[in-house]
């Protein structure tokens, strides 16, 4: 199989509802699709979306523009053979991770549909299906706040992140309160700050709440300041945006400094990246999520057959945006949370069908 053309499109995404995080708010982000089409009549589709400032650098102009010099070296590379893919990029340019990773993404859906094999079997099988899940409490009054998690636990939720940060320390300190008091037994609390604490108010959160049972989620705006932190908690510290690659992921698990990761599948080279993460936390018994920023039904397909590869013990959920979007792109099989947990899409390679013409016309075209 040889790639012949590379389309790119932009879609501005409907949404239902949003939410805030610590020094951002989730609006309508425009999402960047990738068709690799090949001298076969396989077609595969990749994905990236971030929605702003956080959680990754890159944002929809920067991954169109890194797709102008990464599209034309694509032509005439095997698809099917992943590993060069990613040489062939690496040979035109350092890093545009999240161009790649959507360019990673849509290869994995060709080498799935031409062996009629669903991606997570590639992968080695799905251990989860369906797929646990997390749901985001934005933020908010304690109040508003513990009304959403008992809501969501009803729903069948397990896994709450309750976001925090971008206000008085004082206020966030309130709302988790107000949320553990409420959390079930046999429910996992995360407090993910997004970068929006200091040192000294992470450690004044985790004092204040040092007999609730949670995981805060990158507290700090840098890695030197979560480990710096991390040596005076009470609770448990899981890395999100301070876990840029797979060599800071190795790091911060050998010193001590993570519990946990979460994972951005387009911050870390797509579902190849992925895969790597997820075989050193499980060589390393260290939980992380399987997730993306945003996006519509590629990037969640591909969320959900990575993270349906991990063991359910060290898996802290696939993420998808599916609760806050208008639309699905595959109205039968675009993956949906459903008590809580997301099933794998049947069919090979992502296992969903984009309409014809769903993106209208491509931004660029390389052939
Ligand atoms: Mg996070």
Redesign the pocket.
């Known amino acids: 199989m040889k790639v012949t053309q590379v389309n790119v499109y932009a879609k501005r995404l409907a949404m239902t509802a949003g939410y805030n995080m610590s020094s951002a708010a989730v609006g309508d982000p425009e999402t960047t699709v990738v068709k690799i089409l090949t001298d076969t009549s396989h077609v595969g589709w990749g994905e990236i979306c971030p929605t702003g400032p956080l959680?990754q650098v890159e944002h929809a102009q920067s991954i169109q523009a890194d797709l102008g010099l990464l599209g034309p070296a694509l032509i005439g590379v095997d698809p099917e053979r992943i590993g060069l893919v990613h040489d062939a990029m690496t040979a035109i340019m350092d890093g545009g991770h999240g161009a790649r990773s959507a360019i990673d993404i849509a290869c994995w859906d060709l080498l799935g549909k031409a062996h009629n094999r669903r991606i997570c079997d590639l992968l080695g099988g799905a251990r989860m299906d369906p797929v646990s899940t997390y749901h985001v409490i934005p933020i908010g009054t304690p109040e508003t706040s513990a009304q959403l998690a008992e809501t969501l636990q009803a729903e069948g939720h397990t896994k709450l992140q309750l976001k925090s940060g971008g206000r008085h320390v004082d206020e966030d300190i309130d709302a988790i309160h107000a949320v553990a008091r409420v959390t079930r037994p046999g429910v996992d609390l995360f407090v993910?700050c997004?970068r929006g604490w200091t040192v000294s108010e992470t450690l004044l959160v985790s004092q204040a709440c040092r007999d609730l049972k949670l995981v805060i989620?990158?507290p700090c705006a840098t890695y030197a300041e979560c480990a710096t932190a991390r040596k005076h908690l009470h609770h448990p510290l899981i890395l999100?945006?301070s876990a840029t690659d797979l060599a800071t992921i190795a790091r911060a698990i050998s010193s001590g400094v993570a519990d946990g990761f979460?994972m951005k599948l387009t911050r870390i080279g797509g579902i190849s990246g992925m895969r790597a993460i997820r075989d050193l936390c499980h060589a390393t018994n260290t939980p992380t999520s399987c997730d993306d920023s945003w996006g519509g039904d590629i990037i969640a397909a591909a969320c959900v057959h990575v993270g349906s590869t991990f063991h359910p013990h060290l898996s802290r959920g696939a993420w998808i945006s599916d609760p806050y979007q208008a639309k699905h792109y595959d109205d039968l099989h675009g993956p949906r949370i459903v008590n809580g947990t997301i099933a794998v899409p049947p069919g090979p390679g992502l296992g969903i069908t984009i309409p014809d013409g769903y993106f209208g016309s491509p931004i660029a075209s390389y052939a």
């Open positions: 959680p993910d997004n989620e990158q999100d945006e979460g």
